[in-house]
């Protein structure tokens, strides 16, 4: 009977240590959450503007610290095949249209051609308005088009090519396709976080994937994404491409045989196809010394120059190299790849210049 007792005694330490665990993780746990939301929340309200708006090349402050403050306001939502893209927003600086893609006022409603740009968020326009992106300053120095901005932030190469097929196979107008590569490819795939096919939120899509066990979720998620936060933060990744020269011609090569496929499916749609080797802040003779040390080691050192040797040696007339675009006396670069709306202006003046050489 006694030894009843104790063992019965014993259970019940054992559940009301156990009870108290629950609590004390479940209360831990809602705490890091209320965390987390309220970090989000902050960010939306609060955008930490002034590292990113430089003077020397946003002069109009005002109008930059509006147009950060809007894209904090962005949402993103899944879109088969090309991962992501925005959700629909109307601003006064930032107007996001039903399929997630930017928009600009139309010049015409009987183009003479369609052109249809790709790239990530240098094509997108981060840093400057609706009129002042790369496809916005085309349009204005080309009213009889009709320039379309199928531009996201982060995308790669692949992920235009997605983008690129999925307007094929419905058949829509295009007569001319560019694609404005090398920043987020050098970047984001050079970390090797996923297979050579990849893009920046691989490692996130796959683990939503995985199979989660709800109550471990409840009981430590949050703490693990906190957890998480805190060892990241301020550590970049190392690169795969700087310790490894074949990963390196690897990402290269796949870089340029994206735009060859893109070439042959802009050709089923009926368009001709160029692809432009972006500038970035890193190479070139830019105006950055309000940037800081640009540095002389970076992904883009080792990329582009892979690239550059490819499109010489297979003698590609239709990939072009804008890596010089920027050396000019102006201030240019918001960072070290997006750049303001005398950048976009230069660029969309120089594919203008292009494709009347090639007419």
């Not at 703490?223 to 490894?244: M, N």
């Not at 090569?253 to 001709?272: F, P, Q």
Request: charged share 25%; net charge neutral.
């Amino acid at each position: 009977m006694q030894e009843m007792k104790r063992q019965r005694g014993f259970a019940k330490l054992v559940m009301l240590n156990v009870l108290v665990f629950l609590l004390v993780a479940l209360s831990v746990n809602f705490l890091a959450s209320l965390y987390l939301d309220g970090r989000y929340l902050w960010k939306k309200v609060f955008v930490p503007i002034d590292e990113k708006a430089f003077i020397e090349s946003l002069p109009d402050q005002d109008c930059a610290h509006l147009i950060y403050r809007e894209k904090e306001q962005l949402e993103t939502q899944y879109v088969p095949y090309v991962a992501w893209a925005k959700k629909p927003f109307s601003g006064k600086t930032i107007t996001i249209n039903s399929e997630g893609e930017r928009t600009h006022r139309l010049t015409t409603d009987q183009p003479m051609k369609h052109v249809r740009f790709f790239g990530g968020s240098t094509m997108w326009g981060t840093g400057v308005d609706d009129q002042s992106t790369i496809p916005a300053h085309f349009n204005e120095l080309h009213p009889d088009y009709r320039a379309y901005n199928h531009g996201q932030s982060g995308f790669v190469s692949r992920q235009g090519l997605a983008r690129l097929i999925n307007l094929v196979n419905q058949k829509v107008p295009m007569d001319i396709v560019v694609f404005y590569d090398g920043c987020n490819d050098a970047h984001n795939v050079c970390e090797g976080i996923g297979p050579i096919n990849s893009h920046r939120e691989v490692a996130k899509m796959a683990d939503k994937l995985e199979h989660r066990w709800y109550v471990t979720d409840a009981l430590t998620g949050s703490i693990r994404t906190v957890i998480q936060k805190v060892i990241k933060k301020g550590v970049e990744p190392p690169s795969k491409c700087l310790a490894d020269q074949a990963y390196a011609k690897l990402v290269a090569s796949t870089m340029v045989n994206n735009w060859k496929i893109a070439r042959s499916v802009a050709a089923l749609g009926g368009a001709e196809f160029h692809a432009i080797l972006q500038p970035v802040a890193a190479l070139g003779q830019p105006n950055i010394e309000y940037l800081g040390p640009r540095g002389d080691k970076t992904n883009w050192h080792v990329i582009y120059p892979l690239v550059q040797e490819i499109k010489e040696r297979e003698h590609l007339d239709w990939v072009h190299d804008f890596t010089d675009a920027f050396d000019v006396k102006e201030y240019i670069y918001i960072d070290g790849c997006h750049v303001n709306s005398l950048g976009n202006q230069i660029i969309a003046r120089r594919l203008i210049e292009m494709l009347k050489r090639l007419e």
